[in-house]
């Protein structure tokens, strides 16, 4: 039962897996890639907005995320840093890229494919640092 695999994890690989995916976040879409990531909303004249939502959403998100493969990391037992890597970009690239590529095709993302590769590059570099410091505490 992969749900049983929540008492084995190291909770402080969890939280330092999801302190580093966070703050990730923050650099990339403010510091890294501000302004592709403007344009990309079609916003590059802009000052977007800084509400607590915008903050604690992607927080929760991404800490959920890093529960979530953690038991996965625990369940399927990897345990090397190149079966960390492989389990990052089957997870990065067919759940968190496509996903996030799939929201931004709508009619309210003006430059969708843009968004998805600065916002799927995001998850695909986060959920790396995530697989490496889940296995290295392990």
Excluded at 24 to 50: C, D, H, M, P, V
Excluded at 62 to 89: D, H, K, R
Aim: glycine share 8%; net charge positive.
């Amino acid at each position: 039962m992969m749900i049983g695999q929540l008492v084995n994890l190291h909770w402080i690989s969890v939280l330092l897996a999801f302190v580093a995916y966070f703050l990730l976040g923050a650099l990339w879409f403010t510091l890294f890639f501000s302004k592709q990531y403007k344009i990309s909303l079609g916003r590059e004249n802009e000052t977007l907005q800084n509400k607590p939502i915008f903050i604690v959403g992607p927080a929760i998100c991404s800490l959920v995320i890093t529960i979530a493969s953690s038991i996965l990391i625990y369940a399927l037992n990897i345990q090397s840093f190149g079966e960390a890597m492989g389990f990052a970009l089957v997870v990065g690239f067919g759940y968190l890229v496509a996903n996030t590529v799939n929201i931004a095709i709508n009619p309210n993302i003006p430059r969708p494919i843009l968004y998805g590769i600065i916002s799927g590059a995001y998850h695909l570099v986060g959920i790396l640092i995530v697989s490496t410091i889940l296995v290295a505490m392990k």
